[in-house]
């Protein structure tokens, strides 16, 4: 009894004993056997390997004389030429194999070179390799131009690279959005140069305690472009790849009907789904809406003044002429630039350019003798363009600043509130005859002397500054007030959080240690750093700085797919270039060489 209590205590999972490994011997060549790195047996004949259990004399044997019984009496001198020439075989292979992959990788790299600036695939093998090869022979020599040409570098080789590396980096940014606690959304929809709809759609999340943003993807619509059928394509593409729309925060489009209408438009289908979304409606589109409507008078100046513009810009002789008229005159500038009512910027640019050349496009309409030429001449005319050209000035400088990269809501907001203060200055100014604050208009009332009234400018000028005034208000609506202590917790309180919330809040301000934080990184990695200690604030701010405040990179997104899809591409699929060229992830070309098995070109 005793016995068997010490067996049964003994333990019952010690590891096994290590299996011993049989060492090779020189002698094993006479059987036509050398060892492998990892000491295995393989036949010098048949270059076939064998288990280490294999490595006696008497197995090495059998399989001499079963496999290669021909030359089972050989000497052992031929079974070390035999030796000698395995040797050299596998460096071959190794030295191809070697070469093989350099050739691969160097394929992807010029690859993303390629997408990355939107240029046809063709020009690998009809540019790029040619004047690599030019440059090589004549810097280094004729063998390393030799070795170019083994690139695959074919106009189907660089669209199957594009495609392997935009499904990469696909790949990396879902599974970036998967990991990050809410994401927001951006989209637009745009014709391209074939008619075919694209829709194109950016999404915004955290990760690695900063917010990023990225294309997500562009689809056709292939037949309408209801906010039904924008709809589907993005919720297929949702589902396809494992999202969840319930972690979806914001959603930012523009003001047309596919996307706001009531019950089938877009953002009320998303918010069906997605609990947590606020729709956003691109404040740059706003901005453009609320600075259209003009009074009569300078409406008319406006239309007056393009008119003047197509008359020289729509011929090419009168283009021609109207430019050595101003080589002539000694101007700063020779053309003058067309009016387009889909550019933002248009309005102001044009107007300022049309002021700069006012005597020279006098001069040429005088001698084409148009009636339009008697505008020109009108003091109060010129004097109401000169408060366009600057008004519009003011508004293309409050444009810019709410396009760009990484923006948020709550600095959007902050912009457009400073400038509706500053209409109600200069509204203020301007009714008591003062107009500093427009320098164009100011000089041309200097530079006109005190003979001329201009009350009845000032009045409408005022006028317009006030109608302008209350179409901001119409347009931006929303009052972030209350989320003043998102951008700054240590000045601004929150009455209208929770109790809970506003002890953290209160402990966050009081803590020295943040505070250098926050004066040291961006917002958002701000509240990414808090997000263990204080989750329910960080919640409520990464659920207001996520969503996006414009459509800014849905636009410079459409003018790259129109630098991308030209009429000489109309029939390119350009998902994958625009993804390459667009996104800030970078492809694994590594991993995707070692997926694939390399070829060097023919």
Avoid at 53 to 65: A, G, I, N
Avoid at 164 to 191: C, G, H, W
Avoid at 418 to 431: E, N, P, V
Wanted: aromatic share 8%; net charge neutral; hydrophobic share 40%.
């Amino acid at each position: 009894m005793e016995k068997f209590l010490v067996r049964t205590n003994k333990p019952t999972d010690a590891p096994p004993a290590a299996k011993k490994l049989r060492r090779y011997d020189e002698a094993y060549l006479q059987f036509g056997f050398t060892a492998t790195a990892d000491l295995r047996p393989q036949c010098v004949v048949c270059a076939e390997v064998l288990a280490n259990d294999s490595m006696k004399p008497c197995k090495l044997k059998r399989h001499l004389e079963t496999k290669h019984a021909g030359i089972k009496n050989k000497p052992a001198e031929y079974f070390k030429r035999k030796l000698d020439g395995l040797h050299q075989q596998q460096a071959t292979i190794s030295v191809h194999s070697t070469v093989s992959k350099q050739c691969l990788e160097a394929s992807y790299v010029v690859a993303k070179r390629i997408g990355k600036l939107g240029k046809p695939h063709t020009i690998a093998e009809t540019l790029i390799l040619p004047a690599a090869q030019d440059m090589c022979r004549i810097m280094i020599g004729d063998s390393a131009a030799a070795k170019l040409g083994a690139v695959p570098l074919s106009n189907d080789t660089v669209a199957r690279r594009i495609v392997d590396m935009s499904n990469d980096i696909r790949e990396q940014l879902i599974e970036f959005v998967k990991n990050s606690p809410y994401y927001a959304l951006q989209l637009d929809e745009s014709t391209d140069i074939a008619g075919q709809a694209q829709l194109l759609t950016y999404v915004r999340y955290l990760r690695d305690k900063a917010i990023e943003e990225d294309v997500l993807f562009c689809r056709p619509l292939q037949s309408h472009t209801t906010g039904e059928a924008i709809f589907n394509v993005l919720d297929i593409f949702i589902r396809e790849n494992g999202l969840a729309w319930d972690r979806c925060v914001g959603l930012c489009t523009d003001g047309a009907q596919a996307m706001t209408g009531r019950e089938r438009g877009l953002a009320a289908r998303v918010q069906q789904v997605a609990p947590l979304v606020k729709w956003t409606h691109c404040m740059v589109h706003r901005e453009a809406l609320a600075a259209k409507k003009m009074p009569v008078l300078f409406d008319s100046v406006l239309n007056q003044s393009v008119k003047m513009i197509n008359l020289i810009k729509s011929r090419p002789l009168n283009t021609r002429l109207f430019g050595v008229l101003c080589q002539e005159m000694g101007s700063g500038h020779e053309q003058l630039l067309l009016h387009t009512e889909v550019r933002w910027l248009s309005r102001g640019r044009v107007l300022q350019r049309l002021y700069e050349l006012r005597e020279e496009v006098k001069w040429f309409l005088t001698e084409i003798k148009s009636d339009l030429a008697k505008h020109l001449d009108d003091t109060m005319w010129l004097a109401s363009l000169s408060y366009l050209v600057d008004i519009f000035d003011r508004l293309n400088g409050l444009n810019l600043s709410l396009q760009g990269r990484e923006t948020h809501i709550l600095l959007l907001a902050d912009k457009v509130h400073a400038f509706t203060q500053k209409l109600d200055l200069w509204h203020g100014r301007i009714s008591r005859g003062n107009c500093d604050m427009f320098p164009s208009l100011a000089d041309f009332i200097t530079d006109a002397g005190t003979s001329h009234d201009f009350s009845s400018l000032f009045q409408s000028a005022s006028g317009h500054l006030s109608a302008m005034r209350k179409q901001f208000a119409t347009y931006f609506k929303e009052d972030y007030s209350s989320f003043a202590w998102v951008r700054d917790p240590f000045v601004c309180t929150a009455n209208e959080l929770s109790i809970d919330m506003q002890e953290q809040l209160i402990e966050l301000k009081s803590d020295s240690r943040l505070k250098e934080l926050f004066s040291s990184c961006p917002l958002s990695s701000f509240w990414a750093a808090l997000m263990q200690e204080y989750p329910e604030l960080c919640d409520v701010a990464f659920k207001i700085l996520l969503p996006f405040a414009s459509t800014y990179l849905c636009e410079a997104g459409f003018s790259k797919m129109t630098a991308l899809k030209t009429k000489y591409r109309n029939r390119a699929q350009i998902e994958d270039d625009l993804r390459l060229c667009l996104s800030n992830i970078e492809p694994r070309i590594e991993d995707l060489c070692k997926a694939k098995q390399a070829q060097v070109s023919h």
